[in-house]
């Protein structure tokens, strides 16, 4: 019909089909101001009117397949008397993400955000999970889920066949959102929470600038969400050129080992938005010396996983690098709850982009 004209998605198709059967509001209207009210949440997002139809259909407790039947009359009914607590449960859950640190680019799969804005609303829980002492368990296990889900990739592809199962999961554990049963349920399965000691070790060859390196820093750090961090090279990345590093007497086998390393976890952090302007190309030892000193220094190090006893030289780089990726790798075996070669299902391919 519309062929001579602006082509047409799947979900302009079912977003008319609302707009029609709505009575008291014009849907199109109200879910296009939505979109752009919650993709001008700070630091800013990029979510679509695809996401907000297909979470309108898992928070109102419908059948979530993405077809013409599940917006039928009765369904837009439904939908159309919850989307005040439809759209505020959305609208929070991005504040409490944005309160993580993510952003359009750093998360990888948007569908990720439907179980949380679904736990907030079953729960009638509003704004008071942003800052609330009594919310405090859940913000941390919300954020852990969401970095897991996130690095395992589960929400890839088309992930409607989860919906049904965590909202069961939800609503059989009110009050406190159920990181360990979701954990459990899904062990073994290609949708696991779970990590393995293997897995572990290719988290810590993510790389600089990656949304799985801040995924991993994030989990490491625990950040003060009133700032903006950012990922710094610990030693500067400016030293790390062929040239460079030949200027500085390093023989061609020392410049290969420094170059594989210098743009992975090992040398990372996590440090606040001001404090890198600062800091920008200054060598760590340099710069750690005119900023922090006394007892400051022995946390700080403590905080940021600087080995103690390396002299945070260039020369000194191979074993600051190794002995701080050991460090890293321990508290992710902690904080992830890895046995020693325990064996899950692993994706082999390495962690890369993959915006959903």
């Given at each position: 019909v519309?062929?001579g004209?602006?082509?047409?998605?799947?979900?302009?198709?079912?977003?008319?089909?609302?707009?029609?059967?709505?009575?008291?509001?014009?849907?199109?209207?109200?879910?296009?101001?939505?979109?752009d009210?919650?993709?001008?949440?700070?630091?800013?997002?990029?979510?679509?009117?695809?996401?907000?139809?297909?979470?309108?259909l898992?928070?109102?407790d419908?059948?979530v397949?993405?077809?013409?039947?599940?917006?039928?009359?009765?369904?837009?009914?439904?939908?159309?008397?919850?989307?005040?607590?439809?759209?505020?449960?959305?609208?929070?859950?991005?504040?409490?993400?944005?309160s993580?640190?993510?952003?359009?680019k750093?998360?990888?799969?948007?569908?990720?955000v439907?179980?949380?804005?679904?736990?907030?609303?079953?729960?009638?829980i509003?704004?008071?999970?942003l800052?609330?002492?009594?919310?405090?368990?859940?913000?941390?296990?919300?954020k852990?889920?969401l970095?897991?889900?996130?690095?395992?990739?589960?929400?890839?592809?088309?992930?409607?066949?989860?919906?049904?199962?965590?909202?069961?999961?939800?609503?059989?554990?009110?009050?406190?959102?159920?990181?360990e049963?979701?954990?459990?349920?899904?062990k073994?399965?290609?949708?696991?929470?779970s990590?393995?000691e293997?897995?572990v070790?290719?988290?810590?060859?993510?790389?600089?600038?990656s949304?799985?390196?801040?995924?991993?820093?994030s989990?490491?750090?625990?950040l003060?969400?009133?700032?903006?961090?950012?990922?710094?090279?610990?030693?500067?990345?400016?030293?790390?050129?062929h040239k460079?590093?030949?200027k500085?007497?390093?023989?061609?086998?020392?410049?290969?080992?420094?170059m594989?390393?210098?743009?992975s976890?090992?040398?990372?952090q996590?440090?606040?938005?001001?404090?890198?302007?600062?800091?920008?190309a200054?060598?760590?030892?340099?710069?750690?010396?005119?900023?922090?000193?006394?007892s400051?220094?022995?946390?700080?190090?403590?905080?940021?996983?600087?080995?103690?006893?390396?002299?945070?030289?260039m020369?000194?780089?191979?074993?600051?690098?190794?002995?701080?990726?050991?460090?890293?790798k321990?508290?992710?075996?902690?904080?992830?709850?890895?046995?020693?070669?325990?064996?899950?299902?692993?994706?082999?391919?390495?962690?890369?982009?993959?915006?959903?």
């Amino acid at each position: 019909v519309n062929s001579g004209g602006t082509k047409l998605s799947y979900s302009d198709l079912l977003l008319s089909i609302a707009t029609a059967q709505w009575k008291d509001k014009d849907a199109r209207e109200v879910i296009h101001k939505f979109v752009d009210s919650v993709n001008s949440i700070d630091p800013g997002f990029n979510i679509n009117k695809d996401l907000v139809l297909k979470s309108c259909l898992v928070l109102a407790d419908l059948d979530v397949k993405f077809k013409v039947d599940n917006f039928s009359s009765e369904n837009m009914q439904v939908i159309e008397s919850q989307w005040d607590s439809i759209s505020a449960a959305i609208n929070i859950s991005f504040q409490l993400i944005a309160s993580f640190g993510f952003d359009s680019k750093t998360l990888t799969a948007y569908n990720a955000v439907i179980p949380i804005a679904y736990f907030l609303k079953k729960n009638g829980i509003g704004e008071e999970v942003l800052h609330s002492n009594q919310h405090q368990q859940n913000r941390a296990n919300i954020k852990e889920w969401l970095i897991r889900a996130l690095l395992r990739k589960v929400f890839g592809g088309t992930p409607d066949n989860l919906y049904p199962t965590y909202r069961k999961i939800i609503a059989e554990n009110l009050g406190t959102f159920p990181l360990e049963e979701l954990i459990n349920k899904y062990k073994g399965s290609n949708k696991s929470l779970s990590f393995d000691e293997d897995t572990v070790d290719n988290l810590l060859n993510t790389q600089y600038g990656s949304a799985f390196a801040y995924m991993v820093l994030s989990l490491l750090y625990p950040l003060n969400h009133n700032y903006k961090f950012h990922q710094d090279h610990m030693h500067p990345k400016k030293f790390f050129t062929h040239k460079a590093l030949k200027k500085m007497g390093y023989d061609d086998v020392k410049v290969e080992d420094y170059m594989s390393r210098f743009n992975s976890l090992g040398n990372l952090q996590l440090i606040q938005e001001t404090q890198n302007l600062e800091k920008n190309a200054t060598p760590l030892v340099e710069w750690l010396s005119n900023t922090i000193s006394g007892s400051e220094l022995s946390n700080y190090k403590q905080l940021h996983y600087i080995p103690l006893e390396n002299d945070l030289s260039m020369d000194g780089f191979l074993e600051f690098y190794e002995e701080r990726r050991k460090m890293l790798k321990a508290k992710l075996m902690q904080l992830l709850k890895v046995e020693k070669n325990q064996l899950v299902e692993v994706e082999t391919e390495p962690y890369e982009e993959e915006l959903n």
